[in-house]
């Protein structure tokens, strides 16, 4: 019942920039975490950023100082801005959020959206 959908990918060209959205909604009580990540043609997925409900912010080395990853309260919105984007950038980004998924849970679950394309080519 929960859905996770990301938007907003895309063709630019290096040096360029894009900005991802990121919904989530249906039964999930409350989301403490969404993170970002990314899988390039033929690599393995790898996390790029996340934020947490206690305002925490990380991000993977490459990104730093050009990605910023932001969320509205509650977490069900949120966004990761990339500038100065390079062709290593290139993947299918992910959404994910992790949370409760009732008021009786004593474990938290993830729930992931199926991803953007984000091309970074001249």
């Known amino acids: 019942q929960v859905q996770v959908v990301e938007s907003g990918g895309g063709t630019v060209q290096p040096g360029g920039s894009v900005t991802l959205s990121c919904s989530a909604s249906?039964?999930?009580?409350?989301?403490?975490?969404m993170a970002w990540s990314r899988q390039a043609p033929g690599k393995e997925r790898e996390l790029v950023a996340e934020?947490?409900?206690?305002?925490?912010?990380k991000y993977v080395d490459s990104v730093k100082g050009r990605f910023t990853i932001s969320a509205e309260k509650g977490l069900n919105m949120g966004y990761l801005q990339m500038n100065n984007l390079k062709p290593e950038d290139t993947g299918v980004y992910f959404c994910?959020?992790?949370?409760?998924?009732?008021?009786?849970?004593?474990?938290?679950?993830?729930?992931w959206g199926l991803g953007t394309q984000v091309t970074v080519s001249s």
């Open positions: 994910k959020v992790r949370g409760y998924g009732d008021y009786y849970a004593k474990f938290q679950d993830d729930y």
């Open positions: 249906g039964t999930i009580f409350l989301i403490n975490d």
């Open positions: 934020i947490t409900s206690d305002g925490n912010l």
